[in-house]
């Protein structure tokens, strides 16, 4: 009847069930065709002409809808129902017409939200043509994405090196991290003090309270700005005779947030989950192909009005009627650009939890997450209790104030609390006793604490995201490609879960902002958001967007072309000028050289990236880092270096400095002076000269070996400390043995490693055992649970058996090893023996094999 063309076989399997034998359903793996990453790709003297290119496995793909089709009559393109799946079946149509596969075939388009059986039918009965709107703005953003990226990233290569791309958005995303990061940069903590007392009711019950006017004067929260005002409050407080002034409780409405769209799911499950927007994606995409979420690409927040009364009804199942409101919920998103086409991330059915579909891992929670925001979604609001307290003192110097709230019905809070990217500190979630005017309070205690003010947070993934997102830039299922691109790029590094720019990343950043600023604005990349929507509504052609973005794009990279490099990076000076050039402690010119003494650092270009050097270059070979110092977590090494002392071999100093990677000593300044990279397990700040030339003598010769004469030394390497005698190799377990081991010890070890050499002649060093269980009763040899490449295992000397995945090592005992063994030696399994039968065999055959050249030539000289 007809093939079925989806992009996924996890997608096609889970269709094929609710479709039945009538149908036969392929995956397409995602895009079939796709832009060559070449030059020349997108051509704008010609019209905007497209070239696309068909991958080797993606034409096997083609030709096996192709072979369906031969005894079908029917193509269903059933992708995605967004405009990337719109694509996806236009290029999958396109690709069959080129191989004339469908002659007299009927073609089709569906598109369902779900994948249940009954939104896959309705589907089915309710076809239409493919979408060119959609289709022609999934061909603009690829054009225009495409035209940036090889316009752009080759200017960045040429000016720049060490640069690796630019894009679009990618860059937007990118200046957003750095301004953040130049605004801590900048940031100047604020000292203020805050005021608290331990009140206590005639009663005896215990108010925190806090001071909130002093000296008739309302106070805001830096007010206080030194300790002689705060002490003078303090004294105020301790001594006032403070009563109720009035008590005000107001009653508060609190609603749930709307279900996920694929941002919010992305922030929450960064939020509770750690999840970064990648692992949440491919989690999500999972289970909407098992048929267990609804489409997880969306910005809508929308819900089918079947799926309302399913989620009611969990509701009323779940936590009773009291829990769900006399009319459902109906969300409208308030985010810019938003598309509203699909509906809401939600459970296909919200009466099963995770524990009934039987998920695991990621898909679990995140599925967990998933339900409880969309219940939530339809729930009652919860109803609070906020109340406020004013005490005030005869005197009138002081008047405190307490806040409180009390959840009188917790609503949807009783599923679900929303997260929150950086948390504040919050005393209005404690409970308050009862008070009333007139009451007189006794002061217990009293206390004032010095606070500074901190720098805005740097952004995490969520936070970032949902940035992007108010400003309108990129769309939900870009975020997670953005992020990743930018880590890719190593223009950002990760602590605890925020992004830092790299100094590459801020290198381009302000190659961009001063040469190409009207592409990086966020108002200009949102407008273009909103011109791509302007495409999929049929407002705007395709080819006219990007006639209008080409003309003067070019332009400006034109112009930049004929820069001179001096030019660049006297403008990156300038703009980089705070971050690489900071103020010396002694007000000297942070821009003169400290090597000397008479030139002036500028930022230098080199295959590598970007550093910093001396104009008298190549007299002066001063070079550091860009950043300095502990602005790139070297310690606090500066940039000229630690002098650690003189070499009294040659009278040069020795310095420890910091490098691209690591720590490492150096001896003298020359043009290739002699450089040792300090051990991780050594600490620079208790670094010694004496320590220091041990290192720069590497390797250490130990002698000659006793038998054959060939010299020992030991050295450290890329995989750690090791000793050599030609071409064997041999592990030291420390660092401190490369200058402490001697010739008995490492004859020892080079004897030991003949008789059991590793791959290229290195010693592998003994593994100890997890546990030792006793001696086999089979072998007589001690049985051991040992650590292995694919996990622990038991071993008698013989025999090695897997240890099951539900028993962890170090809870198996004899009684559970010996059952274990036994099984598997009648398997046939355990260690690689070649069996006595085979071996005796292949002894027996080898002299025949020699032998049949002599018999051969015999025969041959009987014939003659």
């Known amino acids: 009847m007809a093939v079925v063309v989806v992009e ?40 905007f002409a497209l ?89 603009a953003r ?34 957003l991290i750095t301004e953040r990061e130049m605004e801590i940069e900048r940031f100047t903590p604020q000292e203020y003090w805050s005021v608290e007392a331990q009140l206590e009711t005639e009663r005896g019950q215990p108010v925190l309270a806090r001071l909130s006017a002093f000296e008739g004067r309302k106070l805001k929260r830096l007010d206080i700005a030194d300790r002689t005002t705060a002490m003078a409050a303090l004294e105020a407080v301790k001594t006032g005779q403070f009563k109720v002034q009035a008590v005000e409780a107001k009653p508060l409405k609190r609603n749930p947030p709307p279900p996920f769209t694929t941002s919010t799911m992305q922030q929450e499950a960064a939020r509770k989950l750690g999840f970064s927007a990648t692992r949440t994606m491919q989690a999500a995409q999972r289970l909407y192909e098992a048929g267990h979420i609804t489409y997880m690409r969306t910005d809508g927040v929308t819900i089918d009005e079947g799926a309302l009364r399913d989620l009611r009804a969990a509701i009323n199942a779940k936590f009773g009627k009291q829990y769900a409101p006399e009319q459902p919920r109906r969300y409208a998103t308030k985010i810019k650009n938003a598309q509203e086409a699909h509906e809401a991330i939600r459970p296909t059915d919200p009466s099963k939890m995770r524990a009934d579909l039987h998920l695991e891992g990621d898909q679990s929670v995140l599925y967990a997450l998933i339900w409880q925001r969309a219940v939530a979604s339809q729930m009652e609001a919860a109803s609070i209790e906020r109340t406020t307290v004013d005490f005030v003192e005869p005197r009138g110097k002081a008047e405190l104030r307490a806040t409180g709230q009390v959840i009188l019905f917790d609503g949807f809070l009783k599923l679900y609390s929303e997260g929150r990217d950086d948390e504040e500190e919050n005393d209005e979630n404690r409970r308050l006793p009862a008070m009333k005017e007139g009451e007189r309070m006794s002061v217990r205690d009293a206390k004032a604490d010095q606070h500074f003010t901190e720098p805005p947070p740097r952004y995490t993934e969520a936070s970032l995201v949902k940035k992007l997102e108010e400003l309108g830039i990129g769309r939900p299922s870009t975020y997670a490609a953005i992020l990743e691109k930018l880590r890719e790029r190593n223009y950002v590094t990760m602590d605890k879960n925020r992004f830092i720019p790299d100094d590459r990343g801020r290198i381009v950043t302000a190659f961009l902002e001063n040469f190409f600023r009207r592409y990086v604005e966020y108002d200009f990349t949102a407008d273009l958001e909103e011109k791509l929507d302007q495409v999929s509504a049929g407002e705007l052609a395709w080819k006219d967007f990007l006639r209008d973005f080409w003309k003067d794009f070019r332009l400006a ?21 705070p971050h690489i050039f900071p103020p010396r402690e002694d007000g000297a010119d942070p821009r003169s050289c400290p090597t000397c003494k008479t030139g002036t650092l500028s930022l230098r270009l080199g295959k590598y990236g970007a550093f910093i050097g001396c104009s008298n270059y190549p007299e002066c070979k001063f070079t550091r880092q860009l950043a300095p110092a502990e602005a790139n977590g070297n310690g606090g090494i500066p940039s000229e270096g630690i002098e650690l002392g003189v070499d009294p071999q040659t009278g040069e100093d020795v310095t420890l400095r910091s490098g691209r990677f690591g720590l490492y000593v150096q001896l003298g300044n020359g043009d290739k002076p002699k450089r040792a990279s300090l051990p991780k397990a ?20 130990i002698g000659p070996h006793p038998v054959d004469a060939e010299i020992i030394t030991a050295n450290i390497g890329r995989y750690g400390p090791y000793i050599q005698k030609g071409k064997t190799y041999v592990n030291l377990q420390s660092v401190d043995e490369v200058f402490e081991i001697q010739m008995n010890r490492a004859v020892a070890l080079l004897e030991e490693k003949t008789k059991g050499a590793g791959r290229f002649g290195r010693a592998r060093a003994p593994v100890e055992p997890i546990k030792e269980l006793g001696e086999s009763p089979v072998t007589g040899k001690p049985i051991k649970v040992m650590p292995g490449r694919y996990g622990p295992y038991i071993s008698d000397g013989e025999v090695n058996a897997t240890i099951p995945k539900e028993i962890k090592p170090e809870d198996v005992t004899l009684d559970i090893a010996l059952p274990l063994l036994a099984k598997r030696a009648e398997q046939g399994g355990g260690k690689k023996k070649r069996p006595a039968k085979k071996a005796a065999a292949k002894k027996e055959a080898a002299p025949k094999a020699k032998k049949a050249p002599a018999k051969k030539a015999a025969k041959k000289a009987k014939a003659e």
């Open 51 to 139: 070239d696309w290119e068909i991958d080797p496995a993606s034409a096997k793909r083609i030709k096996d809808i192709a072979d369906a089709l031969k005894t079908e009559d029917r193509l269903v393109l059933a992708t995605d129902p967004d405009r990337e799946g719109e694509a996806i079946s236009w290029h999958v149509l396109e690709a069959l017409k080129n191989r004339k596969a469908l002659k007299d075939k009927q073609v089709e388009r569906v598109t369902f939200n779900a994948i249940t059986k009954d939104a896959v039918q309705a589907a089915m009965a309710a076809p239409r043509q493919i979408d060119m709107e959609l289709v022609d703005a999934y061909l």
């Open 557 to 577: 990279v034109d112009e930049i072309g004929e820069l001179r490099i001096t030019n660049v990076l006297d403008a990156l000076n300038e703009a980089l000028g």
């Open 142 to 175: 690829r054009a225009l994405d495409y035209l940036v990226g090889f316009t752009l990233s080759p200017v960045l290569w040429r000016k720049l090196p060490g640069a690796r791309s630019a894009g679009r958005v990618q860059s937007v995303a990118l200046r």
């Open 682 to 701: 050594w600490d620079h700040e208790t670094l010694t000269l004496d320590r220091a030339l041990q290192l720069l003598g590497l390797p250490r010769v």
């Open 8 to 47: 996924s076989p996890a997608k096609a399997k889970t269709i094929n069930k609710y479709l039945g034998p009538g149908f036969k359903v392929l995956a397409s793996y995602g895009h079939v065709r796709d832009l060559p990453s070449k030059d020349g790709s997108v051509r704008p003297d010609e019209d």
